[in-house]
T-cell receptor
Framework: AQKVTQAQTEISVVEKEDVTLDCVYE???????LFWYKQPPSGELVFLIR??????QNEISGRYSWNFQKSTSSFNFTITASQVVDSAVYFC??????????????FGSGTQLTVLP | NAGVTQTPKFRVLKTGQSMTLLCAQD?????MYWYRQDPGMGLRLIHY???????AKGEVPDGYNVSRLKKQNFLLGLESAAPSQTSVYFC???????????FGDGTRLSIL
């Protein structure tokens, strides 16, 4: 069963629109960590945020905000007033112990966000 | 700050050839990882290491071998390259399994 689902394969918005990227995860662990990474067209992977399973506080960082809800196993990412530079592939990832004796990072398939000028 | 450096950045191989990808990190991280990225599939873990001299299999280890003889280096080997191994390979390191991983810039590998 897929552990991290990013159902939106591609999203296209016009600059200054708000956009939300969805992430749904599956784990049997009570302690786990969730991450978001950004991959711009240049190809590198950039860490954006980490949340642990005990901290359901939503977080805001500038134009970025994250909504973590354990009840729905979701960790959604919202960009407010999107800009062309936000165009990238965004990955949600889960770190838990269900794959073996050591925590491993499982990535979703990514959402390609295109912000049009 | 170099961070995580992958060598080479691009390579083209013929089926059956062998090669080694090198990953070097200068952050004194214990944990190192090799991933492959294929279109529409995100990143999948090939092998990882929890410290010098240790290695373990990830989700897709077949056809690959790894070694971690020095803490700062993690090598990924393809003994007999196959077209299915055409991919972008990323190396990452982290100080612990619950901290964010730092990624290299990737190696684009094509097997003809």
């Amino acid at each position: 069963a897929q552990k991290v689902t990013q159902a939106q394969t591609e999203i296209s918005v016009v600059e200054k629109e708000d956009v939300t990227l969805d992430c749904v995860y599956e784990t049997r662990d009570t302690t786990y960590y969730l991450f978001w990474y950004k991959q711009p067209p240049s190809g590198e992977l950039v860490f954006l945020i980490r949340r642990n399973s005990f901290d359901e506080q939503n977080e805001i960082s500038g134009r970025y905000s994250w909504n973590f809800q354990k009840s729905t196993s979701s960790f959604n990412f919202t960009i407010t007033a999107s800009q062309v530079v936000d165009s990238a592939v965004y990955f949600c990832a889960l770190s838990d112990l269900s794959s073996g004796s050591a925590r491993q990072l499982t990535f979703g398939s990514g959402t390609q966000l295109t912000v049009l000028p | 700050n170099a961070g995580v450096t992958q060598t080479p950045k691009f390579r083209v191989l013929k089926t059956g050839q062998s090669m080694t990808l090198l990953c070097a990190q200068d952050m004194n991280h214990e944990y190192m990882y090799w991933y492959r990225q294929d279109p529409g599939m995100g990143l999948r873990l090939i092998h990882y290491s929890v410290g010098e001299g240790t290695t373990a299999k990830g989700e897709v280890p077949d056809g690959y071998n790894v070694s971690r003889l020095k803490k700062q280096n993690f090598l990924l080997g393809l003994e007999s390259a196959a077209p299915s191994q055409t991919s972008v390979y990323f190396c990452a390191s982290s100080p612990s399994t619950v901290r964010p991983q730092h990624f290299g810039d990737g190696t684009r590998l094509s097997i003809l």
